[in-house]
């Protein structure tokens, strides 16, 4: 059964840092693209980071730029997102999803295989 689990959320300060990391399980993540998504209360979800199956092209969404960092560590199957000057609209549950992509570089479309979430809170 493919699967997704998300972990690394919780909760800090303005300004402080968060390592979200995604875990696959029953296949390997060599030929997938992952996204990180996140969705924020009232709001609809959001694409966050992706990287494809290589980690040689990302994407961001320009309100993370500069403090969002996805990567990849296909020996442990797992794919990180570093999220650095956080700030209180950064709060949300952060998912992390796959599809299955053998094309150079990723976007934050049709993706098949979703994670549970993990809560990002940000506040004083």
């Known amino acids: 059964q493919l699967q997704l689990v998300e972990s690394g959320g919780g909760l800090v300060q303005p300004g402080g840092s968060l390592r979200l990391s995604c875990a696959a399980s029953g296949f390997t993540l060599d030929y997938y693209n992952i996204g990180w998504f996140r969705q924020a209360p009232g709001k609809e979800r959001e694409g966050v980071s992706c990287t494809d199956r290589r980690g040689g092209s990302t994407n961001y969404a320009d309100s993370v730029k500069g403090r969002f960092t996805i990567s990849r560590d296909n020996t442990k199957n797992t794919v990180n997102l570093q999220m650095n000057s956080l700030k209180p609209e950064d709060t949300a549950i952060y998912y992390c999803?796959?599809?299955?992509?053998?094309?150079?570089?990723?976007?934050?479309?049709?993706?098949?295989?979703w994670g549970q979430g993990t809560q990002v809170t940000v506040s004083s």
């Open positions: 999803a796959a599809k299955m992509d053998l094309l150079y570089g990723c976007d934050f479309a049709q993706y098949t295989t």
